[in-house]
T-cell receptor, first 116, second 112 residues
Framework: DTGVSQNPRHKITKRGQNVTFRCDPISEHNRLYWYRQTLGQGPEFLTYFQNEAQLEKSRLLSDRFSAERPKGSFSTLEIQRTEQGDSAMYLC??????????????FGPGTRLLVL | RKEVEQDPGPFNVPEGATVAFNCTYSNSASQSFFWYRQDCRKEPKLLMSVYSSGNEDGRFTAQLNRASQYISLLIRDSKLSDSATYLCVVNALDTGRRALTFGSGTRLQVQP
């Protein structure tokens, strides 16, 4: 499978614990995005990387959230001191950003987080 | 006001029906427009891009009206497999933002 992959697919944790999610983008895609989706809503942007540089962060990304893409390939999203309001589907998307062409983002299957 | 607004539905239609979804966006700087499809508990998947001149892909037709900041999706001859949530998506590239802005989605249920 050469699509975007995410691990784990499901995570149940207790309030106050830290969790880390991983995203492996499509090979050679230089752009990687994290979104969060809650029930009945569309995905909301969290952060974006071009190669290893984090270029954009949403105001939704509180100081408890941190994302990295150390070698410009896979990315991790960590949530510290989880709260019940963090329960959501965390989606990763990747794209090949080329100047002058329309960019298409391809989504992974998501990590569903439940904070008890 | 949300940046992208859609009627949440659900739209319940019989097989073979034609159904239309509408979407409005608030950011006049938006430059790219898409319809994504999302099945229950799955990730969004690109259905089609939307171009100023309008475009068609089989049974699906998308239209864009920049003056009214309005996007539409028409599905002809609905199939049971079309049942899903349809997400209207815009991207305002000239602000430097590359992130997609999603509507909340319109749910379609095609019935036999």
């Amino acid at each position: 499978d050469t699509g975007v992959s995410q691990n784990p697919r499901h995570k149940i944790t207790k309030r106050g614990q830290n969790v880390t999610f991983r995203c492996d983008p499509i090979s050679e895609h230089n752009r990687l995005y994290w979104y969060r989706q809650t029930l009945g809503q569309g995905p909301e942007f969290l952060t974006y990387f071009q190669n290893e540089a984090q270029l954009e962060k949403s105001r939704l990304l509180s100081d408890r959230f941190s994302a990295e893409r150390p070698k410009g390939s896979f990315s991790t999203l960590e949530i510290q001191r989880t709260e019940q309001g963090d329960s959501a589907m965390y989606l990763c998307a990747s794209s090949l950003g080329l100047a002058g062409t329309q960019e298409t983002q391809y989504f992974g299957p998501g990590t569903r987080l439940l904070v008890l | 006001r949300k940046e992208v607004e859609q009627d949440p539905g659900p739209f319940n239609v019989p097989e073979g029906a034609t159904v239309a979804f509408n979407c409005t966006y608030s950011n006049s700087a938006s430059q790219s427009f898409f319809w994504y499809r999302q099945d229950c508990r799955k990730e969004p998947k690109l259905l089609m891009s939307v171009y100023s001149s309008g475009n068609e892909d089989g049974r699906f037709t998308a239209q864009l009206n920049r003056a009214s900041q309005y996007i539409s999706l028409l599905i002809r001859d609905s199939k049971l497999s079309d049942s899903a949530t349809y997400l209207c998506v815009v991207n305002a590239l000239d602000t430097g933002r590359r992130a997609l802005t999603f509507g909340s989605g319109t749910r379609l249920q095609v019935q036999p």
